[in-house]
């Protein structure tokens, strides 16, 4: 027996080669990026306020999950990211774009050395 929700499953879009290829190298590209902010975050070369700075000009940063940056400082683990984030209200989904401007400042100021 077919599920009922089989007529109402959409299909993925069909995409030329060039187009999957174009696909392909953008996804490479913001993988690499998120991945040296991550790394200037884990080096400490990178500041919270200055992520959040370049998350402003930048839509690649500001993609980023505000849970993994908190996880990539230094001295920030994964139980204390997610207290931090429990105590500002902040959802474990948030993105660095989606902090309002009381959240984003508490949080400057608790990652603030």
Do not use: N
């Amino acid at each position: 027996m077919m599920s009922c929700y089989a007529e109402f499953m959409p299909t993925p879009p069909s995409l030329t080669p060039a187009q999957r290829a174009q696909a392909l190298e953008k996804a490479a590209h913001v993988r690499a990026v998120r991945a040296a902010v991550k790394a200037e975050l884990r080096a400490g070369t990178l500041s919270f306020t200055d992520l959040l700075a370049r998350a402003d000009t930048d839509e690649v940063v500001a993609r980023i999950k505000v849970l993994s940056a908190l996880e990539s400082l230094p001295k920030i683990g994964k139980v204390k990211a997610r207290r931090l984030m429990e105590h500002h209200r902040v959802a474990e989904s948030r993105r660095l774009s989606g902090l309002g401007p009381h959240q984003r400042q508490a949080l400057e100021q608790a990652t603030a050395p």
